[in-house]
């Protein structure tokens, strides 16, 4: 001791020596700091929200990182992967210290002396470190100017206002948040043995998936009102939006990467955004031969034969307790059934249109073959032999069999491969694609909704964050603030009692909105957000199949969709709890009595074309093609208040009376005048309903008359049918002014509008020739002024 106190008086010659009580503003050339000071903070930002200094992570094991001086959060870390040592022994010179030398390089030096991390900066002797309010460590030269910030070399976290860049990343572990070479932002588990990308979803590309691969900025970050935006279009919204709240977003542990909120009043923090919603899709998550299962609580479990690497650690993964060698004969091995399981890419080949039989005796026959993956109906078969990203989903419409040696016995998961397999009706697969999507048909519904299983798995997905995180990674190993989160994300979207709503709306005094599925009110929530809440009549659901249902549209989070926020189902009560779009509906605005300051004018029609575009494209095809509004028009348009659209009701019609009687004239969804004819022909209802009704949409956007009830053309009534085949003779005649919103008085884009009637009418068409949602949307981007997407020919 005596000798250390020598040394520090020894150093205290040449430095300065940080023992002071209070923490330091900044620190000046010449000044150290050692981990005997951990309990003292060594940099504190002016408003003492961060502190920087030594964090403890071992016994003797410190970081030099910054936190939050209050729930001690650490946001950076100078050396996340070698500690430096505590406690220096009196035989070596030096204890472990950050110092800013006199050239201004900032060091770490462990206790024997070498260097752990540095800034590598040589600003001279004038140099100042200090820390900002933004949680920024910074390194001013004697011009006040910055040469090195920890915001330029994030580790796990991104605090506000701190940009992600195209040559940052954040890690843990194995996994990464990065910008791809294509400009997109993913997730990427980059492991010992593979590498795979699984967010955003692997199985679409950028556009399908909502990402723009041609801005190349590669940049994102999350600003004060909780909106992590990203360069290629990502917008991730924080369930408690707003201003005044502390943020990070951070890649955890398990691979997943989340926006976290401080909630003072408990004083830790609850996740309020996250990119990948169903936990098993991470890769790498159970590691080599692992199996992430979803049945029954979400768990990391070896497959038959198998054990864990190490028993501590799911990433190692699992083991066969046997071995495959190639001169042993394939007659000597056998397949053991893993139901509804698969192993995620990876394959060795894949055959569509064999019998299982045929399937099984490749694999059996090839020596680098160790597991294949059969799906019934369309009869797939996928070969591996490397096996990673396993999944189990109860509605995982295949099975996943192990090679393994015929002296292992088990009765219960061995099976004999006469089994019976049970084929599917024709045309109910689901799958697109490789094996990232899972589904079940609902055998009598004509509807072309394959939303049944979603909702299934939305609700699994709830009790798995509820019931399941702790069994998964075990309380010891989760970070506390992580296992509130989960709990408060359950929360986000929430149920609400009656009286709740009763009382957030004045008891149902203010009408907003009124429509086939109910009245719309406004309220105020106890957490002072203003929604709105729509009171439902018709619908014949039990408490369950409600509860799944608004469940998985609670989960369709699109910029251009209103948010489901939560639901109330009380005796004979259904309420949905929308969040409030500022503007009023669409209608009001092209066919209300407006004054020209409210007109809406070209671009923002435009605009309002394409963000009803993006959202009835995501709902038809981003997810699966799984949603049909079904009541598609001007009222269901709702204005923000930069008149970006976003749809209201859908999935609604999912939950309003349908039963076989229903499909008739009389009781079908929709609105007349919007709907296309084969609701009245009883056909069955697919997207192509949606196609219709937002090629009638188009029509009145550009002309700004209510065409779906006829218009006046020369002051005389003109009726729907004929004012198409008046349309088309305009658009053949090149005169498109004749059709566009006199209103306007001239001024509109004349390409965009000839683009916008063409694509309308090839709307209202024939069903079989209308186009899809997204080759409308693509048509539509190709002449918007603000994007630079190829051009697309009809
Ligand atoms: C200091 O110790 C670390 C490990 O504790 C070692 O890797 C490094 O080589 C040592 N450096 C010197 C200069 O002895
Ligand atoms: C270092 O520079 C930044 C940016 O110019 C400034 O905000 C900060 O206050 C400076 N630090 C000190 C200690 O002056
Ligand atoms: C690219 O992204 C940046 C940052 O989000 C944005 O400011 C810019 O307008 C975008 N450029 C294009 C062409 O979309
Ligand atoms: C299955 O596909 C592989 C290539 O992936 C091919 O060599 C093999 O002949 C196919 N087998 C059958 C039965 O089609
Ligand atoms: C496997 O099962 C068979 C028949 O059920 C039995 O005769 C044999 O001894 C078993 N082998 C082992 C290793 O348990
Ligand atoms: C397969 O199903 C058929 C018809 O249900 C039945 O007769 C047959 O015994 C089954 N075979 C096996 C192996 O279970
Ligand atoms: C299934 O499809 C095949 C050929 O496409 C057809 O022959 C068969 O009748 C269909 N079965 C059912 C149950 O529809």
């Known amino acids: 001791m005596a000798a250390l106190l020598f040394l520090s008086l020894l150093s205290s010659l040449f430095f300065q020596f940080c023992s002071c009580e209070s923490p330091w503003q900044i620190m000046t050339t010449g000044s150290y700091m050692t981990p005997e000071d951990h309990d003292r903070i060594f940099l504190l930002s002016p408003d003492s929200t961060f502190s920087c200094g030594f964090h403890r992570v071992g016994t003797n094991a410190f970081n030099f990182a910054i936190w939050y001086t209050t729930v001690k959060t650490v946001v950076w870390t100078a050396n996340p992967y070698s500690t430096v040592n505590g406690y220096s022994s009196p035989v070596n010179l030096y204890g472990s210290r950050i110092s800013l030398n006199k050239d201004g390089n900032l060091v770490l030096t462990d206790t024997n002396g070498s260097t752990v991390w540095e800034s590598k900066t040589s600003s001279g ?89 041609y801005n190349s900025t590669r940049v994102a970050f999350l600003d004060d009102m909780g909106n992590f935006v990203s360069s290629d279009g990502l917008n991730i919204v924080a ?95 056998t397949f053991v059934k893993q139901p509804h399981a698969d192993f995620y890419g990876f394959d060795l080949g894949s055959n569509k249109s064999i019998s299982f039989e045929a399937c099984w005796n490749i694999c059996l026959s090839s020596s680098s073959c160790i597991s294949f993956t059969y799906k019934g109906g369309d009869g797939w078969c996928y070969t591996k032999n490397i096996l990673y990203n396993g999944q189990v989903y109860p509605y995982f419409p295949g099975d996943n069999y192990m090679k393994v040696p015929k002296s292992f016995n088990s009765s219960a998961s061995s099976i004999s491969k006469q089994e019976n397999l049970t084929c ?94 109910g009245i719309v009110y406004r309220g105020v929530l106890e957490d002072k957000r203003i929604v709105a809440v729509k009171k439902l009549t018709n619908v014949s659901q039990g408490e369950e199949e409600f509860w799944a249902e608004v469940t998985l549209i609670g989960r369709i989070n699109h910029i251009n969709l209103v948010r489901m926020m939560g639901f109330c189902s009380e005796g004979k009560n259904r309420l949905l709890v929308y969040e409030y779009v500022e503007n009023e509906s669409l209608d009001k605005y092209l066919f209300g009595d407006r004054t020209t300051e409210s007109l809406l004018g070209w671009s923002q029609r435009y605009k309002i074309a394409l963000g009803t575009a ?76 949606d196609v219709y009704s937002y090629g009638v949409v188009l029509l009145e956007i550009v002309t700004g008359t209510r065409v779906s009830s006829g218009v006046i053309v020369d002051e005389t009534q003109v009726d729907f049918p004929d004012f198409i085949q008046e349309a088309k003779q305009i658009l053949a005649s090149e005169s498109i002014a ?57």
């Open 125 to 213: 002797k004038h140099t100042i470190v200090s820390l900002l309010d933004t949680g920024n460590l910074v390194i001013n030269d004697s011009g006040n100017k910055i040469v090195w910030q920890s915001f330029d070399s994030p580790t796990d976290t991104l605090l506000p206002w701190q940009n992600l860049k195209k040559d940052t990343r954040l890690v843990s572990g194995y996994h990464y948040l990065y910008f791809d070479n294509d400009n997109v932002l993913r997730l990427l588990y980059d492991g010992p043995e593979i590498t795979s990308i699984y967010w955003p979803s692997p199985d679409y590309d950028a556009l399908a998936n909502g990402r723009n691969r």
């Open 239 to 333: 369930s408690d939006s707003g201003p005044g709240i502390k943020r990070r977003i951070t890649i955890d542990k398990d691979g997943n990467f989340r926006m976290y909120s401080f909630d003072a009043s408990t004083g830790s923090w609850v996740v309020t955004g996250q990119a990948v919603i169903q936990m098993c899709y991470v890769h790498g998550l159970c590691g080599k031969n692992g199996l992430c299962d979803y049945s029954g609580g979400l768990k990391c479990r070896c497959p038959p034969e198998h054990v864990m690497v190490d028993p501590t650690d799911w990433n190692k993964g699992c083991k066969p307790t046997f071995t495959i060698s190639s001169k042993q004969p394939h007659e000597d091995f």
């Open 424 to 517: 599917r009706p024709n045309g109910s697969e689901i799958m697109l694609g490789s094996a990232n999507m899972y589904g079940i048909k609902k055998d009598n519904i004509k509807w072309i909704y394959f939303y049944v299983f979603a909702a299934i798995l939305g609700a699994l997905e709830l009790l798995v964050i509820v019931t399941g995180w702790c069994l998964f990674f075990g309380k010891s190993n989760m970070p506390k603030s992580m296992e509130d989160g989960y709990k408060m994300i359950t929360n986000q979207f929430r149920r609400f009692t009656y009286r709740e709503l009763r009382e957030a709306t004045g008891k149902f005094k203010e009408e907003i909105g009124r429509g086939g599925a």
């Open 614 to 689: 993006r959202g009835l494209a995501y709902l038809h095809h981003e997810c699966l093609e799984w949603i049909v509004h079904c009541d598609v028009k001007p009222e269901n348009i709702l204005l923000t208040r930069d008149f970006d659209a976003k749809i209201a009701d859908f999935g609604l019609a999912k939950l309003a009376k349908r039963d076989s009687a229903s499909f008739n004239f009389t009781h079908m969804r929709g609105t007349m005048g919007y709907m296309a004819p084969e609701w009245a022909l009883n056909l069955p209802i697919n997207a192509k309903v």
């Open 738 to 794: 004749d059709l566009v919103d006199a209103k306007l008085k001239g001024h509109f884009d004349p390409e965009q509008a000839i683009a916008m009637v063409r694509i309308a009418l090839s709307c209202l068409g024939d069903r079989s020739k209308r186009p899809t949602m997204d080759k409308i949307l693509q048509a539509l981007m190709s002449f918007d002024d603000e994007d630079d997407h190829p051009a697309y020919s009809y």
